[in-house]
């Protein structure tokens, strides 16, 4: 009923907006030059009295404080202009000690991976309005980390962990072992960034004593080389250590830095030799520090309380797990001084679980057959806790507080994506809400719920909206051949007519979790198509999120083939819609949505008469270590789903035409897939068409690749339906 009145209440917003009267066509160049982007709410950050907050100004020169009731600017920290001894221009980004005396400054920044990167840092003390580099010595510095009583930061240079005492206005090096390619120290290797979203495992004790990180040895994980075009008559190459499938990961250990004595002492964690150190962090106590671990097979996750100047662990929490662990579980755990909560699938759905600082189970905090999406924390001193949920609908996300008698509150009031960023000691949250219709709408809300002021209302967005022949999202469920409800939703033209027969192009991306269709605001190449006069829809099948954890995890083991199932099956649907040309039915996707594609094509029995697949994953085994063995264990374990989920090993069954696009220079999914599956294709008979974007990573980021990609995949769609 609730997905009825829904698509009831979808039919007629557009509707009305198919009547209006419009004055300009969305254009593609704008929407890739980022003119109908939606504005993001400033990056607040939380100061620790709770009642403040910190944003760059506009001209990134200086930061700001502001009062979080009344939005108010109340002091400038920091100005380029003002700092004596300043050479800087503009501030990338900042770190403010606890005490509130020193800011870290950051500028020049150059990435390293997707995640990482490594700058030009700079100390700037607050009383004397001195700013100087963090270090004396040359070098561009990685994940610095205030010690809790602003009276130190450690930092990184080449893979090594440094520490500047500002007091003594003196630099040291803790660990001397670090070698590119061999020894991290604090900084996480390739794979642990990608997979587990991480760039530092460092972490100080709260009396300052101690600093704990981890230490990656890399020496034996395999290579992996890709050409670079930068001009030269003999191009070199970049390399990346890169664990694919079943291959040697980083061995991994947890060390203590002792300030006072300058020791450093490994701490016993009783982890297999190939196991994951996902996180750690210290609790409240000093002499308790959270090592979290996950065995290689990921099912397995357990807590260990370690004692910093011992060594000495003891297990806290286990969670196992008969398909996998979630890893982004562990990065909600949040701990006070006497309890610490936790997400878990226990019951088949991602719930909240309360614990003692022990590690004995108080409650469980949230029940229900719906999912927890996103857990904000706990507020120690009333025990409330607040987090996101799937709970109305699985297209929809709401913001809950609920209290230490069990009683419930939603703070979110509108129907759509809602989301919040709290302060420090859960007083004020940003809210965030956007739907289908409605561009992100950022407010500032003290705790029980009352909106405070706007921060961001993306005014100016929706005054352009109103001028366009926009496309509304209309949402539809239907069952596939099991009788499994799917979700979807789907773009008309303006100017629909439900008497003509209109081609089809099929969006998705399928991945374990993922979830692309949700009542939410985007804008973006899709819409544009519509106006082309296309239909385009898109549908989450079996293994997407937010509907418990047997829809979830029904792939797991045998990536592709649930997924490539349930896209023939919306395809088929769609194909008996009066308004649909069944013979003109196309589906394309990026990354594991450019397998689905392949997968779907290879599958389907013609039903899609052409695709586009762009940087697709197309052997398990080609992709790293992390992300396949969770979902498909490693090759040698599960070698028949490895050879039979292979669109390489279909790649004779092909039907409809194909674009195959790729960066040479991707990093993630390496261009091996591509080719391989080219040969594959050669060797069949079968014709296909292929784009390499030359040096372009994963993303093929840039004005004018990008606009370059969409205007070559129109012209693909435009020849072949």
Request: glycine share 6%; aromatic share 14%.
């Amino acid at each position: 009923m609730k997905y009825f009145l829904l698509l009831l209440c979808y039919l007629s917003v557009s509707q009305s907006f198919y009547s209006r009267d419009y004055s300009e066509r969305i254009d593609l160049k704008k929407i890739v030059e980022g003119e109908y982007a939606v504005r993001r709410a400033p990056d607040v950050r939380s100061l620790p009295d709770g009642e403040h907050y910190t944003l760059l100004s506009k001209d990134r020169k200086a930061i700001l404080k502001y009062a979080y009731r009344t939005g108010a600017v109340t002091d400038t920290l920091f100005h380029v202009d003002k700092a004596r001894e300043t050479k800087l221009k503009a501030i990338e980004n900042y770190w403010i000690s606890e005490t509130g005396y020193r800011i870290i400054l950051c500028c020049d920044r150059e990435s390293v991976y997707r995640r990482s990167w490594k700058a030009n840092l700079y100390d700037y003390d607050v009383r004397r309005n001195f700013l100087k580099p963090l270090s004396d010595t040359e070098g561009k510095l990685m994940i610095p980390a205030f010690s809790p009583d602003g009276r130190m930061c450690a930092f990184v240079r080449d893979n090594n962990i440094w520490l500047k005492k500002f007091d003594y206005d003196t630099e040291s090096q803790v660990t001397k072992d670090g070698a590119i390619g061999k020894i991290l120290n604090g900084i996480t290797d390739w794979v642990y960034e990608e997979e587990f979203a991480l760039t530092s495992l460092m972490a100080w004790s709260p009396d300052s004593k101690f600093l704990a990180f981890v230490k990656s040895d890399e020496s034996e994980v395999p290579e992996f080389r890709f050409q670079l075009f930068d001009g030269s008559l003999y191009p070199g190459f970049e390399t990346v250590k890169y664990p694919k499938a079943g291959e040697r990961n980083s061995t991994v250990s947890c060390h203590v830095y002792n300030v006072d004595t300058k020791d450093i002492k490994q701490m016993n964690i009783p982890m297999e030799a190939d196991g994951y150190i996902p996180r750690i962090l210290f609790t409240e106590n000093p002499e308790q520090l959270a090592v979290m671990t996950l065995n290689r097979e990921q099912n397995i996750f357990s807590m260990y309380y370690v004692n910093p100047k011992s060594g000495v662990s003891r297990l806290v929490l286990r969670d196992e797990n008969k398909y996998y662990i979630d890893s982004d579980f562990i990065y909600s755990i949040s701990f006070t001084k006497d309890n610490f909560v936790y997400i878990s699938e226990k019951d088949g759905f991602a719930h909240i679980y309360l614990y003692t600082a022990n590690g004995i189970l108080e409650r469980q905090v949230t029940s229900g057959n719906w999912d927890v999406t996103a857990l904000y924390g706990i507020n120690p001193l009333t025990k409330t806790v607040y987090y996101q949920s799937a709970e109305e609908s699985p297209l929809c996300r709401s913001v809950y507080a609920i209290d230490a008698k069990g009683k419930k509150t939603k703070l979110s009031t509108r129907t759509g994506s809602n989301s919040a960023q709290f302060n420090s000691r859960f007083t004020y949250y940003v809210h965030n809400f956007s739907d289908a219709q409605t561009p992100n709408l950022f407010t500032m809300h003290e705790e029980k719920g009352k909106e405070l002021f706007v921060m961001e209302d993306n005014a100016g967005l929706t005054e352009k909206l109103k001028s366009l022949s926009l496309p509304q999202k209309e949402f539809f469920t239907f069952d596939n051949p099991e009788g499994i409800s799917l979700n979807g939703w789907m773009l008309k033209p303006s100017g629909f007519e439900p008497s003509q027969r209109y081609p089809v192009l099929m969006v998705q991306y399928s991945g374990p979790n993922s979830q692309s269709v949700q009542n939410r605001f985007e804008l973006g190449w899709e819409n544009y198509l519509s106006e082309q006069g296309y239909i385009v829809a898109c549908v989450d099948g079996r293994g997407t999120g937010a509907r418990g954890e047997t829809f979830r995890k029904c792939t797991y083991l045998n990536l592709g083939i649930l997924e490539s199932d349930d896209q023939i099956a919306a395809a088929n649907y769609l194909a008996g819609l009066d308004f649909i040309d069944k013979n003109k039915i196309a589906i394309w996707g990026w990354s594991y949505g450019g397998t689905i594609t392949l997968m779907s094509m290879s599958r389907g029995n013609g039903i899609f008469k052409a695709g586009v697949a762009i940087a697709p994953v197309t052997d398990w085994k080609f992709y790293d270590s992390i992300y396949s063995e969770r979902y498909m264990r490693t090759p040698k374990e599960n070698f028949t789903n490895y050879e039979q989920n292979s669109p390489i090993r279909l790649a004779g069954n092909l039907q409809g035409r194909l674009l195959l696009v790729h960066g040479s220079s991707d990093d993630n999914v390496h261009f091996q897939n591509s080719m391989y599956y080219a040969q594959a294709l050669i060797e069949a008979g079968k014709q296909f068409e292929m784009r390499v974007y030359p040096n372009k990573n994963h993303s093929i980021l840039g004005t004018t690749y990008r606009l370059h990609l969409y205007t070559g995949i129109t012209d693909f769609l435009q020849r072949t339906l």
